[in-house]
């Protein structure tokens, strides 16, 4: 088990397709709207982007 583990976790592969990357992991962890720093934002900014985040249900809610 440990060896499929380790083989499938940074697997080339995703949907059974080459991607071409050594490791597909990062190109998903990269698609979810919280990873890396936050935008420097004003308050009006942050508002318009926390309500988006909340209506898309990505975020529980505004805090």
Known sequence: MPTLQ???AH???F???DTGWAS???VEWARWPGV???PLLSEPDYE???GR???SDTLLDAG
């Open 6 to 8: 380790a083989i499938a």
């Open 24 to 26: 597909h992991r990062s």
């Open 36 to 38: 890396g720093p936050a």
């Open 11 to 13: 697997s080339p592969f």
């Open 53 to 55: 985040l909340v209506r």
């Open 48 to 50: 318009r982007l926390a």
């Open 15 to 17: 949907l059974g397709r």
